[in-house]
Structures are given as C-alpha cells and as structure tokens.
C-alpha cells in the first residue's frame, strides 16, 4: 500500500501517546519495516482504546491494515478492516470510509476475489469523489485497472492507470503516481509507450525521500526495463539503465535499513545477470539477496533467492550444493504455504513446483549416480516424500482449506501397499520423464527420453481424440504415452506379480484415463486394475471394513437450472437399489436440506450422486447439482464430514456423471482430490460426462461386483470397464475411460 500519510495525525482528541503510536508506526511502515510498525498500530489501538478514542482506533485498525497487505496477509488485514469500519459507522467517522473501502478493496484483490475488490473498490471511487479525497481515487483506481488488466482489458486498464496517475498528481502524491506508471509499464504496450511508462515512473521516484516505497519502486523499474527493447527493437539493451536502477534501490535501502528491499534489488539484479549468461557474479548476488532476505525474516523472497542460488549452482557443476539450496528453498516454502494458498491467486504451483521439482531432480540424478544401492534409496525415498509434499501442497492450494494436513494425520504410511500392488509417480521434469515406482519390496526408478513440453503436448492431444468417439485417433498418443509412462517399468511389474496400478500423476497426466494407455495389442485396463491417488500420504491404503453396505442414492433425471436431463439416472438408481440396500433421492426428493439431513441420521457406507457435477479450476468453481441449488466442495465436506465421527463412515462416493474441464489440470486435480476434501475412503468419478446408457451399465456392472465380495474396489471398476470394452458399442474409451477409482482402491 503506498497512502500512508492519512494515518501521520492523530484526532484532536487523541491523547499525545496515540498520537506518538500512530506517527511512529507510520515512519515504520514508510521505511519498510511492516512488522515493526504492526507493534506500534496494535499500541496505539490499546490507547485509544483506553482513551476511549474511536477515530484513533479506527486509524490504528487501518494502519495495521495497510502493513499486512504490505505483507501479502489479505486475511489479517481484512480483519481488521471490518473493525475499521465498524468504528468508522458506528462514530460517524466520515473522512475514514473511503480509505477503509480502497484497502478493502486491495485485500479482497490480494485474496483472490475479483468480483468482491470490484464492488468495495467502486465503493472506494465514490466515496473519495464524495470526499473529494484524490488519493482514495488514485488508489481504487490502480487496483481497478489491476483487475481489467487480469481479464485482458488492456485498454480499460491503461485508461484506469492514467486515471490513477492524474488524481495522484492533483494532490501530490508522486509515489502514488509512480506506482500507477510502473503499473501501466506492465501492461502489453508498445516498447516506445513502455518506455515513455517508465521513464515518467523513474523521474518521479527520485524525487521521493528515502522509503520503502522509492526502493520497491526502483525495483519494479529496473525489472521491467532489463525486460523491455529500446526504442529501436533491440532486447535486453536496457540492461544497463535497470543495473543502474537496481543499484539506487539497494542504495536507498541500506540508507534507511530495509532488508527486504535490498534482498529484492540485489536478488534480481542477479537474475537479470543470470539471463545474461554470467553465473558466477549472478551467484554472488544472489546470495547477498538471501542474507538481506534471512536478516529480515521475510521468508517470500528468500526462497526465491535461495532456488535462484540453486539453479545457478547447478548451471556451474556443484550439484550438491545446488541440492542444498533447493532444499532451503523448499522448506521455506512449507513455512510459508499457509500465506501463499491464503491469497487465494492460484499460482501456488507456478511458484512452488519448480522448486520441489527441482530438489527431486537432484535426488534422483544423485541416485542413480550412487556406488551403493542403499545410498541411491535413500535418495529416492527423499525425492518420493518431496513429491509428496507437492501433492499436499497443491490440494491445500485448490481447496484452500487445511483438509489434507487433517487426512496425513490419519494414514497408516506411503509403504503400506497391499500385495501384487505397485504405486506409479511419473515426475514431469524440463528434460525427462521420471518414473518412480514403489513396489511392496521396495522403490525403483526409470525415465523416459521425453521433455514435459513435449509430454503435455501428447497428453492434451490424447484428451481431445479421446472425445472423439467415431475415430480411433486417441490410439497413437496412447501408444506413444504408453511407452513413456509404463514401458520402462514393465519387465519389473510382471516379475513382481503385480496385479493393481496405483498411479500418482502430476500435471496434464492428470486429464486422461492412464487405464486408457495402449501397448497397440490391448488397452491397460486389460492387464491390470487402475487406480488413481493424490498422493500416497493423502490416502489410507488400508483394506475398508467388513460392514454390510448401505447406499444413499440422490440423482436427477430431469432438467433443473438450465442443465440437460439424465433419464438414465431412473435405471441406474433402480439397478442399484436391486442390489444393495438404502434410500433414494430422486428429483424433487434430491433438495440439499434433504440430503444434509439422511446423511446425518442414516449410517450410510456409500454415497451415489447421478447428477451434473463440474469441477473448475478452483474450488469455487466446483459442483454437484441438486433440485434446488448446488452444492459446494465446502457444503459437500460438512455434509459428509460428520460421518467420520460414526462407527459406520462413508467408504466410498460415487459421482456418476460429473466432468472436468478439458486440458485443465487444476479441474483434474480437483477431481483426484475430492475423496479427500469431502472425508470419504475413496471416490469413483469420471473425467468427462459420458453416455447415459453406457454410464448405468458400467455403474451396475461395478456394483454387482463388489455386492459379490472378494474384488478390490478398482478390481470392480475394471470389471465392469471390461464388460463396456467387450460390446462393440462401447469399446472406443469415451465410453469406460472416463471413470476413475480415487484414493482407497482395496
């Protein structure tokens, strides 16, 4: 946040010691030091609350607003802007509003929610109109365009800018104008109009006192200029002018004592050298980075200078400590999870997977160069634990809540494995494919010759055809998967007796059927049972308890909300009610009052929804149809959850006819975690909707198998897959592929 100065002046009738808390608090905050500043807001809070001085309070609650946004915490500061504001109404603090709505209206962009930034932003617009308070405009107005420019605006967002940099210009606040003109100087411009951006941004920040706000500022615009051509085209000639700015950065940050800054300005002062092919200062700098990070604790930069220092470690042959830095860097960024997936931004994998990958990379490489086959274990059991913590990770991400922390407590261990069963990791890497394969006597490795541009490019292209029914294109991109994916393995798998794949895919993997892969001769579903997991630690391998079944059966077969009918779902329903005991909800009968309620009352073990269920790119974009509404993964979570407290708990959920989106494999993820999120034992799922009839076949098909007692879940799965794959109707695998055995596959 860059208006600060609003805070410097207590009320008339603050008593002198909030008025010293709140001056001294603003000065911390100037100067980067947002911690120190929270110390003294939550001091002056105290006093006024002693003093009783509403106006200080409300004051103090938005300056420790503003110094953990400064933070990146959107959660913290939204709650104290609700108290802000509860003060400001409730005493009729007028002048308090609108900057209380623009910080709103940041936190809420901080957090991931766009639509919620845009109303308290607009809000903020017209109260600093009202108010004729021109910083709350400038303000609003650059989170504003920061919001057309997510959604591809580009016009409406240079517009804001401009908007932004003139209100911040009529009332003086150049570090405000500047922080709009570095902003414009991010959108897709033309290099002459980026350029003209910044060049404006960096005459106004030098006439800026020393602060936080000048360094960070300088920052911006040495990235942006070591990434801009001149006007005459020609890349990266500007690298001079941002070293230059980078080092006036560093210069004002040491002058006023902000480490933070410093470690950025020095941090990506190496980057830059790094890209210009000079790793030996590049590291140099970046290890400076990395101290300044460490000095002030700011744990957001030092991995990221800490993974820097590993690549470029690597880059000179010191794979070792490349390996030790990659882990630095992966353990603060477990120390900082809960912030970044707080942010609700979702470019939690962006960030963190290069890093884990990275260390996985190392370990394994390290393995395979080891003279002791106990040695390179060890170092494959650590890259299997790392790639699990991504897998954590990643959910925690999606879901945004703490769901899979709660699921590790419970499992009984990732070597846990049922006989002739063998757990699948293919690691997607810049170079290679990885092949992790966990059997019940050990773990191995394998790879493939294969780049993850070029895995994603099969991947995606096997998607796609397989939804093309009436063709077999989908069969040379399962062949080719194939053998990337098993191949290497295959000698070993049927040496161990393996009868049960239990894949963990990462990325684009995650969008197809792996039962769907193909040797050219049959389908793998036909030589093994298929299952999927999040994560080996994300699901509790243990065989499911001997209870008799009983069924909650909720499904729609007509039209609701705009969404086409499913009269399948009346024959399917039946079908299962004629081999398992339990209740049906069908129709009207499927309201979700009425689902929460038989759940609770019922001691059901399986939970089948025939209904419209979508899976997005976030949690929030995810869910199942009922009659009279929707249900959400949180709403599915608390209607399930409480059945983990029973003697009796839900084992297995069936979603018949949800789907993903295509090549999205975040929705995907989605999917392969929500037996984790919703408390069941394992779900079965599919990818993508399939045909009614196909659909109701294969369900009763699974459920007569496993009314007959001796089959896995997925043994059942893969039997009735058999059974659709041996009618010439449903043997293309649009039909059968699409479902999935997720999590417990006993």
């Not at 021109?134 to 920061?146: E, F, T």
């Not at 480490?259 to 050298?273: E, H, N, T, W």
């Not at 705009?562 to 081999?579: D, M, R, S």
């Amino acid at each position: 946040m860059v208006i600060v100065f609003l805070l410097l002046g207590a009320s008339h009738n603050a008593h002198a010691d909030v008025a010293s808390e709140l001056s001294a608090a603003a000065r911390q905050h100037l100067a980067g030091g947002f911690e120190s500043a929270l110390a003294h807001w939550d001091q002056a809070r105290r006093e006024a609350q002693a003093g009783v001085d509403a106006n200080a309070e409300a004051r103090a609650q938005l300056g420790a607003a503003r110094s953990y946004l400064a933070l990146g915490r959107a959660s913290l500061a939204t709650q104290r802007l609700e108290s802000a504001h509860t003060l400001a109404t409730t005493h009729g603090i007028q002048t308090l509003l609108g900057p209380i709505s623009a910080a709103l209206g940041s936190a809420l962009l901080l957090a991931g929610e766009p639509a919620k930034a845009r109303i308290a932003l607009e809000q903020a617009i017209t109260l600093g109109r009202n108010g004729s308070d021109q910083d709350v405009i400038a303000q609003s107005a650059n989170d504003l365009a920061r919001l057309e420019a997510e959604a591809g605006n580009t016009n409406r967002a240079a517009d804001l800018y401009r908007q932004g940099m003139a209100s911040a210009r009529s009332s003086s606040n150049a570090a405000l104008e500047a922080t709009a003109a570095v902003n414009l100087a991010r959108l897709p411009l033309a290099p002459g109009d980026r350029l003209q951006a910044l060049s404006s941004a960096q005459q106004l920040v030098r006439a800026l006192p020393p602060s936080h706000i000048r360094a960070m500022t300088l920052v911006s615009v040495g990235r942006l200029r070591g990434d801009t051509p001149d006007a005459a085209g020609a890349p990266g000639s500007s690298r001079g002018q941002a070293a230059a700015d980078f080092d006036e950065a560093a210069a004002t940050a040491r002058q006023i004592g902000d480490q933070r800054v410093l470690s950025y300005a020095l941090g990506y002062k190496g980057a830059m050298v790094e890209a210009s092919s000079d790793p030996v200062l590049a590291l140099d700098l970046t290890r400076q980075a990395a101290r300044a990070a460490l000095q002030a604790n700011a744990l957001e930069s030092l991995y990221r200078w800490e993974w820097q220092a590993g690549r470029l470690l690597r880059q000179l042959g010191d794979e070792d400590a490349a390996l030790a830095a990659y882990r630095v860097a992966a353990s603060t960024l477990e120390r900082i999870r809960p912030d970044l997936a707080a942010s609700g931004t979702g470019d939690f994998r962006a960030k963190a997977s290069p890093v884990y990958l990275g260390v996985a990379d190392l370990l394994i490489r390290r393995a395979e160069r080891a003279a002791k086959p106990e040695a390179a274990q060890v170092d494959l059991l650590e890259a299997r634990r790392t790639m699990e913590a991504l897998k954590s990770a990643e959910l925690e991400d999606y879901f945004q809540d703490d769901c899979v922390a709660s699921l590790k407590s419970k499992t009984s261990g990732i070597d846990a494995l049922a006989p002739h069963t063998a757990a699948i990791y293919p690691i997607v890497l810049p170079d290679r494919l990885a092949i992790l394969v966990t059997f019940p006597d050990g773990l191995r490795e394998y790879s493939s010759p294969v780049g993850a541009q070029r895995l994603e490019a099969e991947t995606r292209a096997m998607r796609q055809t397989l939804e093309k029914r009436m063709t077999r294109e989908y069969l040379k991109h399962a062949r080719q998967l194939y053998d990337w994916v098993v191949r290497p393995a295959l000698v070993d798998l049927e040496r161990a007796g393996v009868k049960t794949l239990v894949f963990i895919p990462d990325g684009a993997l995650r969008t197809i059927p792996l039962a769907a892969l193909s040797d050219g001769k049959q389908f793998l579903i036909e030589r093994y049972a298929v299952a999927t997991s999040p994560g080996l630690t994300l699901t509790d391998p243990r065989p499911l308890a001997a209870v008799p079944p009983r069924v909650l059966m909720a499904g729609l077969t007509e039209s609701v909300q705009g969404f086409a009918a499913l009269p399948g779902v009346k024959t399917e329903v039946t079908n299962i009610a004629a081999l398992l005991p339990g209740t049906e909800l069908l129709d009207q009968a499927f309201q979700s009052a009425r689902f929460r309620s038989d759940l609770a009352l019922n001691p059901y073990t399986i939970v089948h929804v025939a209904s419209h269920g979508e899976f997005g790119p976030n949690a929030q974009s995810t869910f199942l149809l009922t009659h009279d509404g929707k249900i959400n993964l949180n709403e599915l979570e608390g209607i399930l959850g409480g059945t983990n407290y029973r003697d009796q708990p839900v084992q297995l959920l069936v979603l018949s006819a949800c789907e993903t989106a295509a090549g999205d494999d975040r929705s995907a993820m989605g999917l392969a975690g929500i037996a984790v999120k919703a408390g069941a034992r394992s779900a079965l799922a599919t990818l993508w909707s399939v045909s009614d009839v196909a659909s109701t076949q294969l369900v009763s098909d699974f459920y007569r198998e496993l009314g007959q007692g001796g089959a896995s879940k997925a043994e059942a799965l893969r039997q009735a897959q058999l059974a659709l794959l041996a009618d010439r109707r449903y043997r293309h695998p649009y039909y059968w592929g699409p479902f999935l055995m997720i999590g417990n596959w006993l």
